[in-house]
């Protein structure tokens, strides 16, 4: 078996037809497909009973809703191929979305992950003509990284929504994503881990997968999604950049959170609720996050520059004239205590 493909369904029948039957159709055959059922009431493990008489999908049932982070470490356990894909339900991919896959990871040794083209709907199409990164607070930053002739170009981050990574790669690396993190940046975590270890990430946009974004969890407590939201994203730069980048990004956390906390009165983009009760997570898990450093620190090969100068210093995307005065005071304290991320290091 060369390819395992996760696909994690959580009350998602309506969305199962259009992303089973295009995985089902890839030119590319050799493959198992792992359905894992996060305890759904809506009848989606019986609608592929009925649907699929494919042998090559193996089911992975849990009780309860384990989320992204858990459904997807539930389905590698069934995992059998060379390589692992993870794909969203709420997607529908071209009939050369594997082959381009396995073509660009098999192409080099020293990838680690390969991610593909994520169309989702309501996006501009200028965000696809280059590929993007994060900034500091772990937020998509548009319009980085070239894109070459081929099609392929090395990123920073891959998209959870479609991405393939070798099985040995994820044993070496002791699994997939903490429990912990149930949803949301889990794709960001399992990329610094890649990147730490010293593996390159690429995206190729000849592998295409169309998304229609959180089509499973618009009916969820939006405070408690904003809740891992936030919390992940940050979670992410404590746990695995060193103690000293620690004590200079504190200060960025704390303008963060004053921020958000201010907004959050004004815009139901942001939850107050949530806001808080991520920042008390974090706050009263010294021993956690200190516990997950040291274990990730294990695993680490290259330092913190080596990733910092692949994110943006910048706040925001816009180019009106309180974000650009935003980037440029976040930009200067990273240069004031040398915080070297993309902005800098190409100084």
Same mark, same amino acid.
């Given at each position: ?36 059922? %996060? ?10 009973? $009925?649907?699929?008489?494919? $042998? ?31 794909? %969203? %339900? ?89 429990? $912990? ?37 618009? $009916? ?64 009263? %898990? ?31 995307n816009g180019n009106n004239f309180i974000e650009k005065a935003a980037n440029f005071f976040s930009i200067l304290y990273c240069r004031i205590v040398r915080i070297k991320v993309y902005e800098i290091s190409r100084d």
């Open positions: 078996m060369k390819v395992s493909i996760i696909i994690v369904n959580y009350n998602g029948k309506h969305l199962l037809k259009e992303c089973l039957d295009s995985v089902l159709r890839q030119s590319y055959r050799d493959f198992e497909l792992i359905f894992v059922d %996060n305890g759904s009431s809506d009848g989606s493990v019986d609608h592929v009973v $009925e649907n699929y008489n494919d $042998e090559r999908i193996k089911f992975a049932l849990s009780k309860e809703n384990l989320g992204f982070a858990g459904g997807n470490n539930l389905g590698y356990k069934y995992a059998e191929g060379e390589f692992v894909v993870l794909l %969203n %339900n709420d997607t529908r991919v071209n009939e050369n979305w594997l082959k381009e896959l396995v073509d660009v990871i098999e192409s080099d040794e020293n990838i680690g992950i390969v991610q593909s083209s994520v169309i989702t709907e309501g996006i501009p199409a200028e965000y696809y003509k280059k590929n993007g990164t994060i900034n500091l607070l772990g937020h998509n930053v548009m319009g980085f990284f070239d894109i070459g002739e081929d099609g392929r170009g090395e990123i920073l981050q891959a998209n959870g929504c479609s991405l393939i990574i070798r099985w040995k790669l994820v044993e070496e690396l002791g699994g997939l994503f903490p429990e $912990e993190y149930f949803a949301y940046a889990e794709d960001t975590y399992l990329s610094l881990k890649v990147l730490f270890y010293g593996k390159k990430i690429m995206h190729t946009s000849k592998s295409i997968v169309y998304h229609k974004g959180n089509a499973t969890a618009k $009916e969820q407590i939006s405070s408690r999604l904003y809740f891992y939201r936030e919390r992940n994203r940050l979670l992410n730069f404590l746990i695995f950049f060193s103690g000293g980048f620690e004590l200079r990004y504190i200060p960025y956390l704390i303008n963060n959170f004053f921020m958000k906390l201010l907004l959050s009165f004004f815009s139901s983009s942001y939850s107050t609720a949530g806001l808080l009760r991520a920042y008390l997570w974090i706050a009263g %898990n010294p021993a956690w996050i200190k516990k997950q450093r040291r274990l990730l620190n294990g695993y680490g090969k290259v330092k913190d520059g080596e990733v910092l100068k692949y994110i943006s210093g910048k706040v925001f």
